[in-house]
């Protein structure tokens, strides 16, 4: 499993290339990283107490979930939160 190069000009961390390589499939990135860690929507809504459709909405490319649930969302995944956030658009 290789890692794609972080921004070293916002100390943006690196990005596992699967991870890398979903996203250019279109998943956002909480989805992204479920699947590269093999956790089932229904496991992730297990985990944080949630239903499966829960989890597909937080996981649509327009959802915008705010810092205190990707915190939550990365703690289950055991990632850090700030892998979870979408760049800002321009």
């Known amino acids: ?4 190069d ?13 991870v890398t390589w979903l996203r250019r499939d279109g998943m956002s990135l909480i989805r992204a990283w ?3 860690l093999g956790v089932t ?3 992730l809504g297990r985990r944080l107490s949630v239903a499966p459709a829960a989890i597909t909405q937080m996981e649509a ?6 810092a205190a649930t990707l915190k939550k969302i990365a703690t289950v995944l055991g990632i850090d939160w700030q892998l979870l956030q979408e760049p800002k658009k321009k």
């Open 1 to 4: 499993m290789g890692v794609a």
């Open 6 to 18: 972080g921004d070293e000009a916002t100390g943006a961390p690196e990005l596992p290339n699967e």
């Open 34 to 36: 479920r699947e590269h």
């Open 41 to 43: 929507r229904e496991e």
């Open 61 to 66: 490319r327009s959802a915008r979930p705010r």
